[in-house]
């Protein structure tokens, strides 16, 4: 009969809070009509009269061209950066038991 060596406990770390976890679908989804609302409302105030002649498809096309990379690359990437921060500072205030 052998013996095997017991190993050393390792020490214990203190519990720390629950790493935030990406935007849910229904605050991804808040986030993303956040971002797109004012830049139709922008969009169509400012080129409206421009594209007032043009057919609503063709209206509908050169305003998606601008507002989708828009939002896509720049606004609601940095409106989840400042949930995710919002996010963070919550859970400082409330740390899980």
């Known amino acids: 009969m052998s013996l095997t060596p017991v190993q050393p406990a390792s020490p214990?770390?203190?519990?720390?809070?629950?790493p935030i976890s990406g935007p849910s679908v229904h605050e991804r989804a808040?986030?993303?009509w956040s971002a797109i609302?004012?830049?139709?409302?922008i969009g169509l105030w400012t080129l409206g009269p421009l594209m007032a002649e043009w057919h609503p498809?063709?209206?509908a096309?050169?305003?998606t061209i601008v507002i989708v990379p828009a939002a896509v690359y720049v606004v609601?990437?940095?409106?989840?950066?400042?949930?995710?921060?919002?996010?963070?500072?919550?859970?400082?205030a409330h740390p899980a038991a």
């Not at 214990?12 to 629950?18: C, K, M, N, T, Y």
């Not at 609302?37 to 409302?41: H, K, S, T």
């Open 57 to 59: 498809v063709l209206r």
């Open 12 to 18: 214990v770390q203190p519990a720390s809070p629950a």
């Open 37 to 41: 609302f004012p830049l139709v409302a």
């Open 61 to 63: 096309f050169a305003l």
């Open 76 to 92: 609601v990437p940095r409106m989840t950066k400042l949930y995710l921060r919002l996010a963070r500072k919550r859970q400082g």
């Open 30 to 32: 808040l986030i993303t």
